[in-house]
C-alpha cells in the first residue's frame, strides 16, 4: 500500500479541489460539458492497467478527462432538477469516513458509528421541530440515513404493507391485494418503490381541483371504494414540496383520513423539508403528527453531499418486523440484549459505511445558523429572479416557492424553443417539465455558490435566448 | 464557506489518516472498543450547535469522541464477517468524488461519470473472466455500481419477477403467484429482498447431501411442483463463495435447470467473486454463461471502500423494463434518442454520486496484478491460519476455502465458551456461526494490514484461550 504518498497526493487533491470550486463560483467553468455521447468512452483505454499506476497521475487524469465531461451540480449557473448540495465539511467528511473504513451494519459491527448516527438524526429531528416522537431519545422512533428518498420510501412502504398484513406480508408477500396512494404530481421514485415492493402500479389521487396538492376527500372515498372491493389500503405517499412545482399536499387532512382508516402514512419532503430549519419555513410540518415516516435529502438542501437521505420512523419496530432478519453469522450478544440499534434493520443493505460522520461535520461546521442562513440565501435569489421573470415581457412564472421558480413563455410554442436554446447553452442548465399539460422550466436555487451576480447573469442570458427568438 | 481552510484541515486529516493506518498496520489500537452501549450517544451533546464550529476542532473531536468507540475493519486482527477492504487509492477517490460533487443520475446529469461507469465495469468483467455478454461493450448487457449485494439482488428479482410475469407485475406486482428460489446456506439479503420485492418467503431449495450447495435435481422437481400448483417461479439466487463456508452451488446444473424453465438465474458472489482475478480461482465462474445476472462486492476484496458493489445483467432492458421510470421533469433529448445510459433506470434510487470513479482509481492504481497479489496474499494466510489450527490438538478446521478459515473446538462447549472469551478481547476479532448445527468461529482473511507476523498473533492469542479453557 503506497500510504507514504497517499497524504501527499490528497493535499494535492484538496488543492485542486479548492481550485475547481473557486472556478466554479467565479463561473470559469461551463455548467454542462459539449461533448456528444461517447467522448469519456473514447478517452477511456478499453482495459485495465496490469501494473499499478501513480496516484498523482490518475489525479491528473481525472481533470484532463473526466471533469470535462461532467455536470457542474455546484456550479452557480446550475438550477436543474433540485440541488445536490455540497460544502467542504461535507468533503472532509468524506475523505475521513473512507479513511477510516469502517462497516456500520449493526451496533456491534462499530458502536461509534451506530450511535454516532441516532445522535446526529435527533439532532436534526429537533432542528427541523419535528414531532418528538421521532427520536431515538423518544424510545419508539429514531431516524436512520438511507440513501436516498427513493429508498426511504421503499422500506417505509414494505413497512407499511407488513402492518397491514397482520404478519401475512413476510410469508405471502403482497398477493395483489394491497395498495399504495399517491398522486400524478409525486416524485417518480414514489411508484417505482411501490412497484418494486410487488404492490403494483400506485393509486393516483385526484387532486384538489386549482392546484397539485392531493385531495384528501377522493383519498378517503377511493380507500373506501378499494376496502369494499376487497383490497387493503396499505399506504399513503404525502409529499411536502413536489419535484415539479414545490407544492405541499394537505398533510394534516391526510392523516386524519389515514388514522381513522389505520393506513401509514409517509411524507416525502425530500427537497423541502431542509426548509423546516427555519421557522417561517415550517408550514410543511403541519400534520406531521399523524405521519409514520418522514424522509429529507439533507443532500438537496442542507450543504451536505449525496448520499444522505435521513427518514424518521415513529415506531422503529414496524420497520425492523419487516426488513430485519439475523442470520447465524450476524448474531451477537448485544443485538440480543435489544439495548442496541441494528441498522441493518432499518434499510435494504446489510452492510453500510459510517453514514453519519458526514452530517455530524456539516451540523457542527456550519451551525444550524449557518444552514438557516443557506436556506435564507437561496430562497432570496429564488424570490429575485421571480421578480426579475415577473417584470419581463412575454415571460410568466408559473409557481414560485421557497428555492423553486417554475416559468414560461407567453406562448409553448417559445417555452419549448427556449428550454431548447438553453440546452445548448453551457452556462446556464434549467430543467424543464410539464405542469398542466403546458411546458415550462424550472429554476431551483441551491447551488451553494450562487449570489445575486449570478442571478442577474443567468436571467440576462435566458433574456438574450428569448430575445433571439423572435 | 470555509474554502480556505479546507485545504490544510483536508490535509491534516490525510496525515492523521496515515498515523492512523500505521497505529493500525502495528496493532497499536484494539480492533474492537470496550465502552458499553451509550457510551458514544453520552459522549455527544444532546443539541446540534446555534453556531459553526471550526474544521480542526470536529476533526480532532472525531479522534477524540468517535474513533475510540469503532470496530477497526481494517485492523491486522480484524478477521469477523467479510472483510470490508480499503486502500489510499480509494480514500482519494472518495475524497475527489466528494469534492467535484456530481449527481450522476442519467447520462444528462452527468455525461463523464456515465461513461466512466461503463468502462470501468467492463474493464472489471473483462478482468474477472465474465462472459463478454455482460459488458456494455457488448450492446445488449452491461454493470452498474450499487451500494451493495443486497439492492444488487434486489433489483435482480424485481427485474426477474417483470419477465416472469409477461407485462402484469408492472400493473399488479407480486400477486402471491411468484417463486423465488436459494437455499438455507444463502446470504440473509435474499430472503430479505424477496420479501422487499413483495415475493414473501424465499423458497429453500434442499442442499446436495453432505455440502451446503444447492441440489439442481429438487430444484428442478420444486420448481415444476410449484408450477404444476399454479405458481410462477420467477428466480433462483445461486451463491459463488457463501457467508459462512464459503461454499459454491453447482451453477452450470443450475443454470440448465433455469434455463429450460425460462427462469432467472442471479449469482450471488459478494465475497468470493473477487478470488476471479486470478485464474487460478475462477472455479467460481463455471456456468456464468446461463446467469441472467451476476454481482461482487468490490468492497469486499477488491481493496475498494464501501459502498461498492457491481451488479453485471445480460439484458440490460430486463432490468429498466423493471426499474425504469422517466416523469416529465427528468426527459432530455440523450435519453430519448436511446444512446446512452441512464443508470437511474438499473438502481432503486433516483439520485447517486459519481460511483465509479473509486473503483477507477483502485483498478489504476494497483493495477490488475496488484489486485491478484492482494487475493494471492491473502488466500496464503489462510493457509497458514488452516496449518497452525490443524496442528493444534483439540482444535478442528471445518472448513477452508480462499480467505476463510471455519474452525471449532473439539467439543460445542468448548467452542462457545472460546467464541465468548474471544468476543470480549481486543486484539483479534473473529465471528461465530452455526455449520451443521454445531457452532464455529469463521476468521476471514482480507484485511489489508493482516500479514504472517499477525496472523502468529492471532493464532496465539486463540491458543492461549483455548488453553485457559481446561
Ligand atoms: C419530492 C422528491 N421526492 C423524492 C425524490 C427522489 O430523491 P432520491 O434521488 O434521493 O431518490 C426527489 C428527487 O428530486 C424529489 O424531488
Ligand atoms: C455471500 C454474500 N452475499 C451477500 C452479502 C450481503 O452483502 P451487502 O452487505 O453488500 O448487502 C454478503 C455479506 O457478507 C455475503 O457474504
Known amino acids: 500500500m503506497n500510504d507514504e504518498v497517499f497524504a501527499a497526493v490528497a493535499a494535492d487533491a484538496a488543492e485542486r479541489l479548492v481550485a475547481h470550486w473557486r472556478a466554479l463560483a467565479a463561473a470559469e467553468l461551463p455548467v454542462v460539458p459539449s461533448g456528444p455521447p461517447g467522448t469519456t468512452l473514447k478517452a477511456l483505454p478499453e482495459q485495465a492497467p496490469e501494473k499499478g499506476e501513480d496516484l498523482a497521475e490518475i489525479l491528473d487524469d481525472t481533470w484532463r478527462t473526466i471533469v470535462p465531461q461532467l455536470v457542474h451540480w455546484q456550479h452557480p449557473g446550475f438550477l436543474g432538477w433540485f440541488p445536490t448540495n455540497n460544502s467542504p465539511a461535507s468533503v472532509l467528511a468524506e475523505l475521513v469516513t473512507a479513511g477510516l473504513g469502517v462497516q456500520g451494519m449493526m451496533w456491534s459491527s462499530s458502536p461509534g458509528a451506530t450511535e454516532l448516527e441516532q445522535r446526529v438524526c435527533d439532532w436534526l429531528a429537533r432542528a427541523l421541530a419535528l414531532p418528538q416522537r421521532f427520536q431515538h431519545a423518544s424510545g419508539q422512533g429514531g431516524g436512520v440515513i438511507q440513501d436516498s428518498a427513493s429508498s426511504a420510501v421503499l422500506v417505509a412502504v414494505v413497512a407499511a404493507l407488513n402492518r397491514a398484513s397482520v404478519g401475512r406480508w413476510r ?151 419487516a426488513v430485519g432478519l439475523t442470520a447465524s453469522y450476524l448474531r451477537n450478544p448485544a443485538s440480543e440484549s435489544r439495548t442496541v440499534v441494528d441498522f441493518k434493520d432499518w434499510q435494504v443493505p446489510l452492510g453500510r459505511p459510517m453514514r453519519a460522520l458526514k452530517l455530524w461535520y456539516v451540523m457542527r461546521a456550519h451551525g444550524l445558523e449557518g444552514l438557516r442562513e443557506a436556506i435564507r440565501h437561496d430562497v432570496s435569489l429564488a424570490v429575485l429572479l421571480a421578480r426579475l421573470i415577473e417584470a419581463e415581457g412575454g415571460f410568466e412564472v408559473v409557481v414560485h416557492r421557497l428555492g423553486l421558480v417554475v416559468f414560461r413563455r407567453d406562448t409553448d410554442a417559445r417555452t419549448r424553443d427556449l428550454v431548447e436554446r438553453l440546452t445548448r447553452d453551457p452556462v446556464v442548465l434549467c430543467t424543464p417539465a410539464t405542469v398542466d399539460g403546458r411546458p415550462v422550466l424550472r429554476a431551483a436555487l441551491g447551488s451553494p455558490y450562487t449570489d445575486e451576480a449570478a442571478v442577474h447573469r443567468i436571467w440576462s442570458t435566458i433574456r438574450s435566448h428569448a430575445a433571439a427568438q423572435d
Not at 409514520?292 to 439533507?298: E, F, G, Q, R
Open 171 to 321: 410469508a405471502h408477500g403482497t398477493e395483489g391485494r394491497y395498495r399504495v396512494y399517491c398522486t400524478a404530481q409525486t416524485n417518480s421514485s414514489v411508484p417505482k418503490a411501490v412497484r418494486i415492493a410487488g404492490a403494483g402500479e400506485a393509486v393516483q389521487v385526484p387532486l384538489l381541483p386549482g392546484t397539485h396538492e392531493m385531495d384528501p376527500a377522493a383519498l378517503a372515498a377511493r380507500m373506501d371504494a378499494d376496502r369494499s372491493a376487497g383490497l387493503i389500503p396499505a399506504a399513503v405517499v404525502a409529499t411536502v414540496g413536489t419535484t415539479t412545482t414545490c407544492a405541499t399536499d394537505p398533510v394534516p387532512e391526510i392523516g386524519a383520513v389515514c388514522q381513522e382508516r389505520g393506513v401509514w402514512l409517509h411524507v416525502d419532503a425530500a427537497y423541502a423539508g431542509s426548509a423546516a430549519l427555519c421557522p417561517e419555513f415550517r408550514d410543511g410540518n403541519a400534520g406531521l403528527g399523524h405521519a409514520d415516516s418522514y424522509a429529507v435529502n439533507a443532500h438537496k438542501w442542507m450543504r451536505t453531499g449525496i448520499p444522505c437521505d435521513v427518514l424518521w420512523v415513529a415506531d422503529h419496530t414496524a420497520l425492523t418486523d
